[in-house]
C-alpha cells in the first residue's frame, strides 16, 4: 500500500543487519513470522521493500528471509502503528460491508499521528475508519476538509483539528434532491464548490463555508456531467471539467460570482485526467491520455488566458498530475516511467520546464491526490485493502458461509478478479494485475499450485467462462489492433484466438459457452441504438441467430447461462426502462419474467444460477450515491413461485461463482481495511516547500 | 527570461469555440502580421497572371469556399479536388484533404508555388510583394488563424438557450448525435476530429480515382458553415447537403478501403429532413482579422 511504500525510505542501512540466524525459507514462514500471510509477505516484498533474499542457484521462486532483517524493516516501518489482526479472515469480507454500512451512520474521529521516526520526510494519518471519503479536497491551511457525507449526500465540512463536521446543504431526505460530489475549498477557506448530482442531471454548486449563500453556478444539458478542480488563487473563477457524452471533455474556467464559463479547450473524450491551477494563477497543469486504452501519457501546461499550451513531459506510461508546490515553481506528479508507480517533481518556471524531474519517492502505489497545502502538505488517500478471490462453502438453507473463506489468489498481489471454474471444479482461474491487459492465473484447487500466462491481448475486459472441455478460458477483451470481441485463451499456451468481434460501435458482453462447446452465448449492444440483442454464435462456421427475449429495446445488464446450458436468465431495463428479471430457453421459445421489482426494491443484480439450473440468484440493494447498501440475496424458481431470501447483508461481491458441486463459492473480494485519508510532509525540495 | 506568455496575442473566439488556439512559438500573432496577411489573402500579384488571389478560392462571402466542384487556377486550369472552406483551421492539425502539411505556415505556400494555382516562384513573390518568402507565410498563416467561425444557433443552444434551435433541429441534431453517429467523426467545437477516413466517395468504375492521404482516406472536414460551402466532399461530386445525407444513409460506396463506421444508417424521410435542418443552424458569423 501506498502509505507503507512510503515509509520505504527509512529502513535501516542494510549494511548495519547481521543475518547471521537461522532463515525463514518460504513465503509462508515469512509471512507467519510477520503475522501475515504469504500473500501480504509477497507483496511487501514486491511495494515495501521487505528483505527477501533468493536462492540464485534454485528456481525463481525459492525465497529465504532473515528474522533480524524484517524486525529492522519492521521497525523501520513502523511509524504507523498498525494493528495486528482482530479479525479471523473469514470475516473480512463481511467485515468490508459492515463497514461500508457504517458510512452512513457515524462519523469518525481525527486520529493524526506523528509519522516520523528521522524528524526527515513523514506521512501523517488524518483519517480513517467509517466516514472517510477521498472525493474532497483539504483546505489551503490544511485546518478543513471537505466532504460529501454519504449518509445524506450532503456537502460537509470537517475541522480536523477538532473533528467536529458539520453538513453544509440539507437534503430534504437522504439523496433526496441529489448528492455532494467533489468539493473544492477555496484558498481563502470562505467558500465551497461542488457537482450536484441528480437523476435530472448535474449542476456546479457553491456555497459559503459557514452554510450560507448556497447557489448553483453553472448548469448546462449539453455536458452530461462535470465537476470542479479548484478555484484560481483569487477565487475568483473555479476550474472545471465538463464533459460531452461520447464526444470530447473540456477545460472550462467559471467565474464564482455569475457562473460565465470561459471554454479553454476540447479535449477527446476520456483522455482528460487530472488538473491543477498554479499557484500564480497563471497556468493550469494536466495530465492527458495520449491514447485510448493505452497508458502513454503528457503532462501539458495551459495558459489560464488561453494563449498558450506547451507540453511539459511525454511518457509512454501512466502519469497523473498531482499539484503544485507552495513555491508555485515545482509540479508535483506521479509517474511510472521507472517501472513503479512514483512521486516526481518537476521544476516549471515561466511557463517552461526547467531541467529533468526528479524522482521525490518510490513506490507511492494506488496513492490518490487530494491538494497540497501552504505549507506543502500533500493530502492522499488510499484504500489499504487489496482485491483478492476467495473461496468459500455456502449453506443454501441457511444462507449462510459455513466455511472460512481462504484466499485463492496466492500468486498475485493486489488486483484479482472474475474467478471462473473450470466444468469439473479442479481448476479456478482469475484475472490479476492492475496493470493493461492483466495476467491470467489458474489454480489447482486441490494442491494449490498456480501458474500464470500472458495472453497477447492490450485489455482483459472480464473473464466470463471456461470451456466445456477444459482447453480454454473465454474473455471479454481488445486484441493488440484494439479489436474489441470475445476471446479464447488456451489454458495451457496463453494464445488468444478471437471467438467474435464487435463491429463498429457495437460491444460483445458477457461471452458464455453452451455445453455442446460449439456455441457461445453472448448480449451485444451498439453504442449509439437502443436494441440490444441476445446472440447464439457459431464458433466454427461464424454463424449467428439471435435469441427472443421480449426485451431487447429495453437492454441488457447482464445475462448468465444454466449450469445445465439449457436456459439463459438475462437482468434487462435500464435508463427509462424498468428493470425485469426473467429466463428464455437456449433452444428458441416464448422468454418467462421472473420478477418486475417495484421501486422499493432498489437495483435489482442478476448474480447467477443454483447449481441445479432450477433457480435465479438476484440480489436487491439500495443505491444511496455511489455506494449500495441494504444487499440482500433472493433466489426465485424459474418454473414459477415466489422469489425467496437467501441471505441479507451477504457478500459485497460483484460476481459469485459457484463450484459445480453447488456448495463451494469463488468471488473477488477486499483483504484489508477502507479508506484512509493521509498528508505526506516534508518531502519537498527545501527551495519548494515555501 | 521575460514570459513568453507576454507576447502572445489572445483573440477572443467567437461562441462555441476554445479560447486555446495553437499557435506556433516562430509565429506568434501580431496585429501588424493578421493584417498583413489579410491584405496578401486578397492581393492578386500572389498569381503569376495576376487573375487571382488566396480569395477566389476562398471567398469569404462562401464562408471561405468558392461553391466549385473543383479549384480553377490561373488560366481555367482545374484542379482535382475542392477548395476547403478554411474557417476555424488554427485549430487544425493537419492541412490539405489529405493532410499533407502539418501546419499553415507551410500549408499557406503551396497553393501559390502550384502551377495549377497560383503559378509564382519564391523569388516571383518576393519581388513582387517586397517581403521575404517566410514573412509572406507567416503573415498569411497568422491571417488565417483569425477566420473564426462561431455564435451559430447550434452554438446559443449549446450555452443554454433552448430556443435558439427549432423542434426540427433539435430532432436533427438527436439524429447527428444518435442514429446517425455523426460526432464519431464530426466531433468536438469544430466538428472534426481532424482524423482521415475513406468515405467512398474516392471510389469510382471500381477503382480510386484519388488515394488522398492513402487508401482513399481523406480529412474530414468541419461542419460549420456548411450550409454555406456547397457543394460537397472532397472532389466536389455531392450538390446539396440532402445528397451527402442520402449519400451516407446508404453507406457510403463499398470499397475494400471503406470505414467501417460508414454503414447504412436506415434513416426515415423525417430524420434526414431534421438532419439537414439540423447541419443549416451551424452557420453563424465568421470573423477574420481581429
Given at each position: 500500500?501506498?502509505?507503507?511504500?512510503?515509509?520505504?525510505?527509512?529502513?535501516?542501512?542494510?549494511?548495519?543487519?547481521?543475518?547471521?540466524?537461522?532463515?525463514?525459507?518460504?513465503?509462508?514462514?515469512?509471512?507467519?513470522?510477520?503475522?501475515?500471510?504469504?500473500?501480504?509477505?509477497?507483496?511487501?516484498?514486491?511495494?515495501?521493500?521487505?528483505?527477501?533474499?533468493?536462492?540464485?542457484?534454485?528456481?525463481?521462486?525459492?525465497?529465504?528471509?532473515?528474522?533480524?532483517?524484517?524486525?529492522?524493516?519492521?521497525?523501520?516501518?513502523?511509524?504507523?502503528?498498525?494493528?495486528?489482526?482482530?479479525?479471523?479472515?473469514?470475516?473480512?469480507?463481511?467485515?468490508?460491508?459492515?463497514?461500508?454500512?457504517?458510512?452512513?451512520?457515524?462519523?469518525?474521529?481525527?486520529?493524526?499521528?506523528?509519522?516520523?521516526?528521522?524528524?526527515?520526510?513523514?506521512?501523517?494519518?488524518?483519517?480513517?475508519?467509517?466516514?472517510?471519503?477521498?472525493?474532497?479536497?483539504?483546505?489551503?491551511?490544511?485546518?478543513?476538509?471537505?466532504?460529501?457525507?454519504?449518509?445524506?449526500?450532503?456537502?460537509?465540512?470537517?475541522?480536523?483539528?477538532?473533528?467536529?463536521?458539520?453538513?453544509?446543504?440539507?437534503?430534504?431526505?437522504?439523496?433526496?434532491?441529489?448528492?455532494?460530489?467533489?468539493?473544492?475549498?477555496?484558498?481563502?477557506?470562505?467558500?465551497?464548490?461542488?457537482?450536484?448530482?441528480?437523476?435530472?442531471?448535474?449542476?456546479?454548486?457553491?456555497?459559503?463555508?459557514?452554510?450560507?449563500?448556497?447557489?448553483?453556478l453553472y448548469s448546462n444539458r449539453e455536458f452530461s456531467y462535470l465537476e470542479p478542480a479548484g478555484f484560481s488563487p483569487d477565487g475568483k473563477e473555479i476550474l472545471t471539467v465538463l464533459n460531452a457524452a461520447n464526444e470530447s471533455d473540456k477545460i472550462a474556467l467559471v467565474s464564482a460570482a455569475d457562473g460565465r464559463a470561459r471554454f479553454l479547450k476540447t479535449l477527446t473524450w476520456g483522455s482528460l485526467g487530472r488538473l491543477s491551477f498554479s499557484p500564480d494563477g497563471r497556468y493550469v497543469a494536466y495530465d492527458l491520455r495520449t491514447q485510448q486504452g493505452k497508458p502513454g501519457t503528457k503532462i501539458m501546461l495551459l495558459a489560464q488566458d488561453g494563449s498558450r499550451e506547451v507540453t511539459l513531459s511525454e511518457s509512454v506510461t501512466q502519469e497523473q498530475v498531482f499539484g503544485w508546490a507552495p513555491d508555485g515553481k515545482t509540479l508535483l506528479f506521479a509517474s511510472e516511467r521507472t517501472g513503479t508507480r512514483d512521486l516526481w517533481a518537476l521544476s516549471v518556471i515561466d511557463g517552461k520546464a526547467e531541467g529533468d524531474a526528479k524522482?521525490?519517492?518510490?513506490?507511492?502505489?494506488?496513492?490518490?491526490?487530494?491538494?497540497?497545502?501552504?505549507?506543502?502538505?500533500?493530502?492522499?488517500?488510499?484504500?489499504?485493502?487489496?482485491?483478492?478471490?476467495?473461496?468459500?462453502?455456502?449453506?443454501?438453507?441457511?444462507?449462510?458461509?459455513?466455511?472460512?473463506?481462504?484466499?485463492?489468489?496466492?500468486?498475485?498481489?493486489?488486483?484479482?478478479?472474475?474467478?471462473?471454474?473450470?466444468?469439473?471444479?479442479?481448476?479456478?482461474?482469475?484475472?490479476?494485475?492492475?496493470?493493461?491487459?492483466?495476467?491470467?492465473?489458474?489454480?489447482?484447487?486441490?494442491?494449490?499450485?498456480?501458474?500464470?500466462?500472458?495472453?497477447?491481448?492490450?485489455?482483459?475486459?472480464?473473464?466470463?467462462?471456461?470451456?466445456?472441455?477444459?482447453?480454454?478460458?473465454?474473455?471479454?477483451?481488445?486484441?493488440?489492433?484494439?479489436?474489441?470481441?470475445?476471446?479464447?485463451?488456451?489454458?495451457?499456451?496463453?494464445?488468444?484466438?478471437?471467438?467474435?468481434?464487435?463491429?463498429?460501435?457495437?460491444?460483445?458482453?458477457?461471452?458464455?459457452?453452451?455445453?455442446?462447446?460449439?456455441?457461445?452465448?453472448?448480449?451485444?449492444?451498439?453504442?449509439?441504438?437502443?436494441?440490444?440483442?441476445?446472440?447464439?454464435?457459431?464458433?466454427?462456421?461464424?454463424?449467428?441467430?439471435?435469441?427472443?427475449?421480449?426485451?431487447?429495446?429495453?437492454?441488457?445488464?447482464?445475462?448468465?447461462?444454466?449450469?445445465?446450458?439449457?436456459?439463459?436468465?438475462?437482468?434487462?431495463?435500464?435508463?427509462?426502462?424498468?428493470?425485469?428479471?426473467?429466463?428464455?430457453?437456449?433452444?428458441?421459445?416464448?422468454?418467462?419474467?421472473?420478477?418486475?421489482?417495484?421501486?422499493?426494491?432498489?437495483?435489482?443484480?442478476?448474480?447467477?444460477?443454483?447449481?441445479?439450473?432450477?433457480?435465479?440468484?438476484?440480489?436487491?440493494?439500495?443505491?444511496?450515491?455511489?455506494?449500495?447498501?441494504?444487499?440482500?440475496?433472493?433466489?426465485?424458481?424459474?418454473?414459477?413461485?415466489?422469489?425467496?431470501?437467501?441471505?441479507?447483508?451477504?457478500?459485497?461481491?460483484?460476481?459469485?461463482?459457484?463450484?459445480?458441486?453447488?456448495?463451494?463459492?469463488?468471488?473477488?473480494?477486499?483483504?484489508?481495511?477502507?479508506?484512509?485519508?493521509?498528508?505526506?510532509?516534508?518531502?519537498?525540495?527545501?527551495?519548494?516547500?515555501? | 527570461?521575460?514570459?513568453?506568455?507576454?507576447?502572445?496575442?489572445?483573440?477572443?473566439?467567437?461562441?462555441?469555440?476554445?479560447?486555446?488556439?495553437?499557435?506556433?512559438?516562430?509565429?506568434?500573432?501580431?496585429?501588424?502580421?493578421?493584417?498583413?496577411?489579410?491584405?496578401?489573402?486578397?492581393?492578386?500579384?500572389?498569381?503569376?497572371?495576376?487573375?487571382?488571389?488566396?480569395?477566389?478560392?476562398?471567398?469569404?462571402?462562401?464562408?471561405?469556399?468558392?461553391?466549385?466542384?473543383?479549384?480553377?487556377?490561373?488560366?481555367?486550369?482545374?484542379?482535382?479536388?475542392?477548395?476547403?472552406?478554411?474557417?476555424?483551421?488554427?485549430?487544425?492539425?493537419?492541412?490539405?484533404?489529405?493532410?499533407?502539411?502539418?501546419?499553415?505556415?507551410?500549408?499557406?505556400?503551396?497553393?501559390?508555388?502550384?502551377?495549377?494555382?497560383?503559378?509564382?516562384?519564391?523569388?516571383?513573390?518576393?519581388?513582387?510583394?517586397?517581403?521575404?518568402?517566410?514573412?509572406?507565410?507567416?503573415?498569411?498563416?497568422?491571417?488565417?488563424?483569425?477566420?473564426?467561425?462561431?455564435?451559430?444557433?447550434?452554438?446559443?443552444?449549446?450555452?443554454?438557450?433552448?430556443?435558439?434551435?427549432?423542434?426540427?433541429?433539435?430532432?436533427?441534431?438527436?439524429?447527428?448525435?444518435?442514429?446517425?453517429?455523426?460526432?464519431?467523426?464530426?466531433?468536438?467545437?469544430?466538428?472534426?476530429?481532424?482524423?482521415?477516413?475513406n468515405t467512398g466517395i474516392a471510389w469510382q468504375d471500381g477503382k480510386l480515382a484519388d488515394q488522398g492521404a492513402g487508401e482513399g482516406k481523406f480529412k474530414v472536414p468541419t461542419l460549420r458553415e456548411v450550409a454555406r460551402t456547397a457543394p460537397y466532399m472532397h472532389d466536389g461530386s455531392l450538390a446539396t447537403l440532402e445528397d451527402v445525407v442520402d449519400y451516407y444513409d446508404r453507406g457510403g460506396n463499398a470499397n475494400p478501403g471503406l470505414d467501417e463506421d460508414v454503414r447504412p444508417l436506415h434513416l426515415s424521410a423525417e430524420e434526414k429532413l431534421a438532419l439537414v435542418a439540423f447541419l443549416r443552424s451551424l452557420s453563424g458569423s465568421i470573423r477574420d482579422g481581429k
Amino acid at each position: 500500500m501506498a502509505i507503507e511504500a512510503i515509509l520505504t525510505s527509512m529502513n535501516p542501512n542494510e549494511s548495519d543487519l547481521q543475518p547471521s540466524e537461522t532463515a525463514l525459507e518460504s513465503w509462508k514462514e515469512i509471512g507467519a513470522y510477520l503475522q501475515r500471510n504469504a500473500v501480504t509477505a509477497r507483496r511487501w516484498e514486491k511495494e515495501e521493500g521487505l528483505p527477501v533474499h533468493r536462492h540464485t542457484h534454485k528456481s525463481r521462486s525459492s525465497v529465504y528471509a532473515y528474522p533480524s532483517e524484517i524486525d529492522a524493516w519492521r521497525a523501520g516501518r513502523r511509524v504507523v502503528p498498525e494493528p495486528p489482526p482482530t479479525r479471523p479472515l473469514w470475516k473480512i469480507p463481511a467485515f468490508a460491508v459492515t463497514m461500508l454500512l457504517c458510512l452512513i451512520t457515524v462519523g469518525n474521529g481525527v486520529r493524526p499521528q506523528v509519522a516520523s521516526a528521522q524528524g526527515t520526510q513523514a506521512a501523517r494519518q488524518i483519517l480513517s475508519g467509517p466516514g472517510t471519503d477521498d472525493t474532497g479536497s483539504p483546505s489551503f491551511d490544511g485546518r478543513y476538509l471537505s466532504l460529501t457525507d454519504w449518509a445524506t449526500g450532503d456537502l460537509a465540512i470537517r475541522d480536523l483539528i477538532s473533528g467536529a463536521q458539520r453538513r453544509l446543504t440539507s437534503n430534504s431526505a437522504p439523496y433526496g434532491d441529489g448528492y455532494a460530489f467533489r468539493p473544492q475549498v477555496s484558498r481563502d477557506g470562505k467558500q465551497v464548490v461542488f457537482s450536484w448530482i441528480k437523476p435530472s442531471g448535474v449542476e456546479l454548486r457553491i456555497v459559503e463555508a459557514d452554510g450560507s449563500n448556497l447557489r448553483t453556478l453553472y448548469s448546462n444539458r449539453e455536458f452530461s456531467y462535470l465537476e470542479p478542480a479548484g478555484f484560481s488563487p483569487d477565487g475568483k473563477e473555479i476550474l472545471t471539467v465538463l464533459n460531452a457524452a461520447n464526444e470530447s471533455d473540456k477545460i472550462a474556467l467559471v467565474s464564482a460570482a455569475d457562473g460565465r464559463a470561459r471554454f479553454l479547450k476540447t479535449l477527446t473524450w476520456g483522455s482528460l485526467g487530472r488538473l491543477s491551477f498554479s499557484p500564480d494563477g497563471r497556468y493550469v497543469a494536466y495530465d492527458l491520455r495520449t491514447q485510448q486504452g493505452k497508458p502513454g501519457t503528457k503532462i501539458m501546461l495551459l495558459a489560464q488566458d488561453g494563449s498558450r499550451e506547451v507540453t511539459l513531459s511525454e511518457s509512454v506510461t501512466q502519469e497523473q498530475v498531482f499539484g503544485w508546490a507552495p513555491d508555485g515553481k515545482t509540479l508535483l506528479f506521479a509517474s511510472e516511467r521507472t517501472g513503479t508507480r512514483d512521486l516526481w517533481a518537476l521544476s516549471v518556471i515561466d511557463g517552461k520546464a526547467e531541467g529533468d524531474a526528479k524522482r521525490l519517492r518510490h513506490g507511492i502505489g494506488g496513492m490518490r491526490p487530494m491538494g497540497i497545502t501552504k505549507s506543502g502538505s500533500l493530502f492522499f488517500a488510499d484504500n489499504n485493502g487489496t482485491n483478492e478471490i476467495f473461496i468459500a462453502s455456502w449453506d443454501w438453507e441457511t444462507g449462510r458461509m459455513v466455511v472460512v473463506p481462504k484466499p485463492a489468489s496466492h500468486g498475485l498481489l493486489g488486483v484479482n478478479r472474475d474467478p471462473v471454474w473450470s466444468r469439473d471444479g479442479k481448476y479456478l482461474a482469475y484475472v490479476s494485475g492492475d496493470k493493461s491487459p492483466g495476467k491470467i492465473s489458474i489454480v489447482n484447487i486441490e494442491n494449490e499450485n498456480e501458474r500464470q500466462l500472458s495472453p497477447k491481448l492490450s485489455a482483459i475486459q472480464r473473464l466470463t467462462d471456461w470451456s466445456p472441455d477444459g482447453r480454454s478460458l473465454l474473455l471479454m477483451a481488445f486484441d493488440e489492433k484494439n479489436h474489441e470481441g470475445a476471446y479464447s485463451m488456451d489454458t495451457q499456451t496463453g494464445e488468444v484466438r478471437a471467438v467474435a468481434q464487435a463491429e463498429g460501435e457495437q460491444t460483445i458482453f458477457q461471452p458464455e459457452w453452451l455445453p455442446n462447446g460449439k456455441e457461445i452465448v453472448y448480449y451485444r449492444r451498439d453504442q449509439t441504438a437502443s436494441p440490444s440483442h441476445v446472440i447464439i454464435h457459431d464458433v466454427g462456421t461464424g454463424s449467428e441467430r439471435q435469441l427472443q427475449t421480449g426485451h431487447a429495446d429495453a437492454g441488457f445488464i447482464d445475462t448468465a447461462i444454466s449450469p445445465d446450458g439449457h436456459y439463459l436468465a438475462f437482468r434487462a431495463g435500464g435508463g427509462s426502462y424498468e428493470p425485469v428479471l426473467g429466463v428464455v430457453p437456449v433452444t428458441g421459445g416464448a422468454p418467462r419474467e421472473l420478477f418486475r421489482p417495484d421501486v422499493s426494491a432498489g437495483r435489482v443484480d442478476l448474480i447467477g444460477w443454483s447449481p441445479d439450473s432450477r433457480q435465479v440468484i438476484f440480489d436487491t440493494k439500495q443505491r444511496m450515491g455511489l455506494r449500495n447498501v441494504n444487499l440482500e440475496w433472493w433466489r426465485i424458481p424459474i418454473e414459477g413461485g415466489e422469489r425467496r431470501k437467501l441471505a441479507s447483508d451477504p457478500l459485497q461481491a460483484a460476481k459469485i461463482r459457484f463450484h459445480p458441486d453447488g456448495h463451494r463459492i469463488a468471488f473477488a473480494g477486499t483483504q484489508g481495511g477502507g479508506m484512509e485519508i493521509w498528508a505526506l510532509e516534508n518531502f519537498l525540495p527545501q527551495s519548494a516547500g515555501k | 527570461m521575460k514570459p513568453l506568455l507576454l507576447f502572445a496575442l489572445v483573440i477572443r473566439p467567437p461562441l462555441g469555440l476554445d479560447l486555446y488556439m495553437p499557435v506556433p512559438d516562430a509565429n506568434p500573432l501580431t496585429p501588424a502580421k493578421i493584417a498583413l496577411g489579410r491584405k496578401l489573402f486578397f492581393d492578386k500579384r500572389l498569381s503569376l497572371d495576376g487573375t487571382l488571389a488566396c480569395a477566389s478560392c476562398h471567398d469569404p462571402k462562401l464562408a471561405f469556399s468558392d461553391g466549385r466542384k473543383v479549384a480553377r487556377g490561373i488560366g481555367g486550369a482545374e484542379g482535382t479536388r475542392s477548395a476547403p472552406a478554411i474557417v476555424n483551421r488554427g485549430y487544425g492539425k493537419t492541412f490539405f484533404w489529405d493532410g499533407r502539411s502539418k501546419s499553415l505556415e507551410q500549408q499557406a505556400l503551396e497553393p501559390i508555388l502550384n502551377p495549377k494555382e497560383l503559378g509564382m516562384t519564391e523569388a516571383e513573390v518576393e519581388r513582387r510583394t517586397g517581403l521575404k518568402i517566410a514573412d509572406v507565410t507567416s503573415a498569411l498563416a497568422s491571417y488565417v488563424r483569425t477566420i473564426r467561425s462561431g455564435n451559430s444557433r447550434f452554438d446559443r443552444y449549446a450555452a443554454g438557450d433552448q430556443h435558439a434551435l427549432s423542434d426540427l433541429e433539435k430532432a436533427g441534431l438527436a439524429v447527428f448525435r444518435g442514429k446517425a453517429r455523426c460526432t464519431t467523426c464530426h466531433a468536438g467545437p469544430n466538428f472534426t476530429d481532424e482524423n482521415f477516413h475513406n468515405t467512398g466517395i474516392a471510389w469510382q468504375d471500381g477503382k480510386l480515382a484519388d488515394q488522398g492521404a492513402g487508401e482513399g482516406k481523406f480529412k474530414v472536414p468541419t461542419l460549420r458553415e456548411v450550409a454555406r460551402t456547397a457543394p460537397y466532399m472532397h472532389d466536389g461530386s455531392l450538390a446539396t447537403l440532402e445528397d451527402v445525407v442520402d449519400y451516407y444513409d446508404r453507406g457510403g460506396n463499398a470499397n475494400p478501403g471503406l470505414d467501417e463506421d460508414v454503414r447504412p444508417l436506415h434513416l426515415s424521410a423525417e430524420e434526414k429532413l431534421a438532419l439537414v435542418a439540423f447541419l443549416r443552424s451551424l452557420s453563424g458569423s465568421i470573423r477574420d482579422g481581429k
